[in-house]
């Protein structure tokens, strides 16, 4: 029954597995190892060895799965703050190239220029038809005045509304509505690449925070113990096979015995 150390490793695997047999409850998940041995105490250290043991390799396991993680939320959060740099430093670009801090504000601001010149624009209009309406004389001094502030008004109305058409004053020949559209984008790309940095952030937090909990993965909810009633191997039932097999041998051997004395005979 005993296993000898200058055994092969396939002879050794066999007897393992006949002294060491688990097995697996796939409705509740536990895992029960009965172990066999020559004496109880022999039984009960091998079986808290396999224990310690199993719980390191799991240990160990998860150990690895976490550094895994977290060395990759360390490279995600460096592209995510390599990737917001890089936006970050197109935006400065774009507004040093195109003369523009803030293309959103200038382009709020022409509009409300442009919203203040029509609303004097109407006034000065509506003062020239009462003129003309009361029956003042067309070619008068007043008259000519009003319509020339209205001709020049109606002529920076144009100016302003313009800005957003056409090219703005920049070095490029870029109107001010596709700076904003193109702003607008890199604002976008931006906003994006912040919310990537923030989740990376937060994955390598929880990642370091697990790595540096200690956790036991494996909870033994029955300790090992001493067996008190040997079962095995069944002294009684391998005294009687062994009974059974000398007593066939013997028998083998008279009846050959017999059947020589006769051919002989």
């Excluded at 209009?125 to 029956?135: I, V």
């Amino acid at each position: 029954f005993r296993m000898t150390a200058e055994a092969p490793v396939e002879r050794q695997l066999r007897f393992w597995q006949r002294m060491v047999v688990p097995y697996l409850d796939t409705t509740n998940g536990i895992v029960t190892v009965q172990v066999w041995a020559f004496d109880p105490a022999e039984a009960r250290a091998l079986a808290e060895q396999l224990r310690l043991l199993s719980e390191r390799l799991v240990n160990e396991m998860s150990r690895r799965a976490q550094e895994d993680a977290l060395r990759h939320a360390r490279q995600e959060t460096l592209a995510a703050e390599t990737l917001l740099r890089d936006i970050r430093l197109r935006i400065a670009q774009f507004r040093n190239t195109n003369s523009l801090l803030f293309p959103q504000l200038s382009a709020t601001i022409v509009a409300q220029v442009e919203t203040r010149l029509r609303e004097t624009l109407a006034d000065l209009r509506a003062q020239l038809t009462t003129q003309l309406a009361q029956g003042t004389n067309p070619t008068s001094l007043q008259i000519r005045v009003l319509q020339g502030r209205v001709s020049s008004l109606e002529e920076e109305v144009t100016r302003v509304r313009g800005e957003l058409s056409r090219p703005a004053s920049t070095a490029q020949d870029t109107t001010l509505a596709t700076l904003l559209t193109d702003y607008a984008a890199l604002e976008v790309e931006e906003r994006m690449a912040q919310q990537r940095l923030e989740r990376a952030q937060t994955m390598l937090t929880q990642s370091s925070a697990d790595l540096a909990r200690q956790g036991v993965y494996l909870n033994a909810f029955v300790q090992p113990a001493v067996a008190q009633l040997s079962t095995w191997p069944l002294r009684w039932s391998i005294m009687l096979q062994v009974l059974a097999l000398a007593a066939g041998a013997w028998l083998l051997g008279l009846f050959l015995l017999r059947a020589i004395r006769e051919h002989l005979g």
